[in-house]
Every structure is written in structure tokens, then in C-alpha cells.
């Protein structure tokens, strides 16, 4: 684990320095022998990383291996962010329980799990979430939002409008379905799955889990109609840590600004945009159902407003859009 851990911190070091850096400067910041540092070198390398080594200049980083790191991710995010303790698991049952795990044992953390895989990754009422290994991005961040119990489902319109944003940075143009499905080419390319823990009137935690189909080439057959990656729209892998740091940047400020304001009327505008519910026929299954009509947008407490079939204007608090 410790061997882990500073083989991360030396990723970071060559991340940061941009170019060589020598083995001595590498050893001092470190604390570890130059023979040590040279043999963590080769295990990045075998690990997939592209350095360069040459004599009397050190060691340059060429090139990643691809797979998730906490130092990729955190050398990206600002320093200030709330985010900066990053976790990054070769395997995890879910990265929402994880997150709950790590909150239970440090009632103040604030941060960030990913896993290269979930052996049980959670999708919204009681659904399975596909999380095979190195394919997607699986990421919980954990919250302690000074906010009411009831005004917690935002945050998963909140986290929608973030990904979303982080998605566009890649040149791929992403919808939204209410309330926080990311669709393109009328597949979904990314849920996100909102827990909490609270008392009727206090939050403890909040975890928000955003899984995003990144390098899939193909689903299974039961999925393939209606699932969809950022590989098959872009015709290239994605670069997993740079786009789960731009869901942090992107994430943090609408946070921070929902924290402040209590409703989403800030984020309106751009979300009813993305909206691709706005102006469609819609069914809506859940608590007031069935309700058959058109989208007219999301109001700033998040709720769909249906123009129903007979004439009413809905509002719709929670539920599923089938059409
Ligand atoms: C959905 O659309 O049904 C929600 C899917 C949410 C999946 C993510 S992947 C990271 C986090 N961990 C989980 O077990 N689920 C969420």
C-alpha cells in the first residue's frame, strides 16, 4: 500500500514537472534512494507509462498508461478545491457504498471514489449499473450539503448539468433527460444515482454517483438499442482522468452556488436548453402516474412540468420519462 501510494506521489512529481526532472530532485522529494526511485520508474513503466530517462537530465513523462490515478485526477483540480482527496480503487463493490464506508469511518470527509470496476454498481430504483473494468468512468462524490433533506434530489440535476458540460469539453454534444439521464444519438451515455443519509430536518451526507460509458465498444444485447459511449460517438477512448477532473471543476462551482441559493433557478436556463424532454411528448411513471402530455421545462425546485393531455399544468416532483 505504501509502495502504492508513492508510486502515485512520483506520478504526480513527473506530472507537475512538465518536462525532466532528475532522479536526485525525484529521491529528495520523495525521501527514498535513487535506486528506489529508478525501480518505482520502471514499474510505472510496466504499468504503461511513457518515460523518458536520459543521463545527467532525468526522467521525462511522455505519456500515461490510461488508467485511473489520483495523482491524473488531482493534478488537474484546483488546489482549493473541496474535492482534492481523490480515491482511486482497482475494484470496489460500488463507489456510492465506498463512499458511504469512508464517510462513516471520518464523520467530516468530503471527497471523491472512483474504481476501475464495480462487481455491483447501483443504477436508480433497484437497477443494475454496467461497470466492467477500464470502461467507464465510476465516480461518487460525497457531500455534506448545508441544505434541507428535501432539496438534496437537486443535486442530482445539479451533477446532470456538470457532466454534461464536462461531455461537451470533448466535442460530443450530450441532452439531458429529466431528471439526470445524459443521452446523445436518443441512447444513454450516463446516470446518476443521488443517496442520502438524513434526519427530517438535517443532512448528514449526500452521495452523488455519476457513471459515465466511456470506452465501450459494444453492449450486451439487452442494452445495445439503448445505451450508447463516448468511444462509439467519438470514435476514440477518452482520456478518463481528464474528463472526471472536468466533472470535479465543473461540479464544485454549481454546488457551491446551489449551497447558497437553496433552488436551481440559477442553472435554469442552460439546463431547459439541454433539456430534451422540453417541447416532447412525455409519460411520466412514478408517484402521480400515469401522466401523458408534453415536457415545458424543469422549474427551480427541479420538477418536470408536464402540459397534460387534458389540459393541466403538472408539476412533477419525482419519477421516470418513458417517452
Ligand atoms: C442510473 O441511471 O440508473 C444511475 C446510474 C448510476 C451509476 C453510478 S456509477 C458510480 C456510482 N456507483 C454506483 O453504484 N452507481 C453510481
Given at each position: 500500500m505504501e509502495g502504492d501510494k508513492r508510486q502515485e506521489q512520483l506520478l504526480g512529481i513527473l506530472l507537475e514537472a512538465?518536462?525532466?526532472?532528475?532522479?536526485?530532485?525525484?529521491?529528495?522529494?520523495?525521501?527514498?534512494?535513487?535506486?528506489?526511485?529508478?525501480?518505482?520508474?520502471?514499474?510505472?513503466?510496466?504499468?504503461?507509462?511513457?518515460?523518458?530517462?536520459?543521463?545527467?537530465?532525468?526522467?521525462?513523462?511522455?505519456?500515461?498508461?490510461?488508467?485511473?490515478?489520483?495523482?491524473?485526477?488531482?493534478?488537474?483540480?484546483?488546489?482549493?478545491?473541496?474535492?482534492?482527496?481523490?480515491?482511486?480503487?482497482?475494484?470496489?463493490?460500488?463507489?456510492?457504498?465506498?463512499?458511504?464506508?469512508?464517510?462513516?469511518?471520518?464523520?467530516?470527509?468530503?471527497?471523491?471514489?472512483?474504481?476501475?470496476?464495480?462487481?455491483?454498481?447501483?443504477?436508480?430504483?433497484?437497477?443494475?449499473?454496467?461497470?466492467?473494468?477500464?470502461?467507464?468512468?465510476?465516480?461518487?462524490?460525497?457531500?455534506?450539503?448545508?441544505?434541507?433533506?428535501?432539496?438534496?434530489?437537486?443535486?442530482?440535476?445539479?451533477?446532470?448539468?456538470?457532466?454534461?458540460?464536462?461531455?461537451?469539453?470533448?466535442?460530443?454534444?450530450?441532452?439531458?433527460?429529466?431528471?439526470?439521464?445524459?443521452?446523445?444519438?436518443g441512447k444513454k451515455l450516463c446516470g446518476i444515482l443521488t443517496e442520502m443519509t438524513a434526519e427530517p430536518d438535517y443532512v448528514d451526507l449526500v452521495v452523488v454517483g455519476i457513471g459515465i460509458n466511456c470506452n465501450q465498444k459494444a453492449f450486451p444485447p439487452d442494452l445495445g438499442e439503448k445505451a450508447t459511449s463516448l468511444a462509439l460517438l467519438g470514435g476514440a477512448d477518452v482520456d478518463r482522468n481528464a474528463l472526471a477532473a472536468r466533472v470535479v471543476e465543473e461540479f464544485e462551482p454549481l454546488y457551491m452556488e446551489f449551497q447558497e441559493r437553496g433552488d436551481l433557478g440559477f442553472l435554469l436556463e442552460e439546463y431547459n436548453v439541454r433539456c430534451v424532454n422540453n417541447g416532447a411528448r412525455v409519460q411520466v411513471l412514478g408517484e402521480q402516474t400515469p401522466l401523458l402530455g408534453r415536457g415545458a421545462g424543469v422549474d427551480k425546485d427541479g420538477s418536470l412540468l408536464v402540459d397534460t393531455d387534458d389540459g393541466k399544468r403538472i408539476a412533477v416532483q419525482a419519477g421516470e420519462v418513458s417517452v
Open positions: 512538465e518536462g525532466f526532472i532528475s532522479g536526485e530532485e525525484i529521491s529528495r522529494r520523495l525521501g527514498i534512494s535513487r535506486t528506489a526511485v529508478w525501480k518505482r520508474i520502471r514499474s510505472l513503466k510496466e504499468e504503461g507509462c511513457a518515460i523518458e530517462s536520459v543521463s545527467n537530465k532525468g526522467y521525462r513523462l511522455l505519456s500515461t498508461s490510461g488508467a485511473l490515478s489520483t495523482a491524473e485526477i488531482q493534478n488537474r483540480i484546483p488546489p482549493e478545491s473541496r474535492f482534492r482527496d481523490v480515491r482511486v480503487y482497482p475494484t470496489v463493490d460500488s463507489t456510492n457504498g465506498e463512499a458511504k464506508r469512508l464517510a462513516a469511518q471520518d464523520r467530516t470527509w468530503e471527497g471523491l471514489v472512483l474504481s476501475e470496476e464495480q462487481t455491483a454498481g447501483k443504477g436508480r430504483r433497484g437497477r443494475a449499473w454496467l461497470s466492467g473494468q477500464g470502461e467507464g468512468i465510476y465516480m461518487s462524490f460525497l457531500l455534506r450539503p448545508a441544505i434541507l433533506p428535501q432539496k438534496a434530489a437537486m443535486l442530482t440535476l445539479v451533477a446532470g448539468l456538470a457532466a454534461a458540460r464536462a461531455i461537451d469539453s470533448l466535442g460530443i454534444g450530450v441532452g439531458i433527460k429529466w431528471p439526470n439521464d445524459l443521452v446523445a444519438d
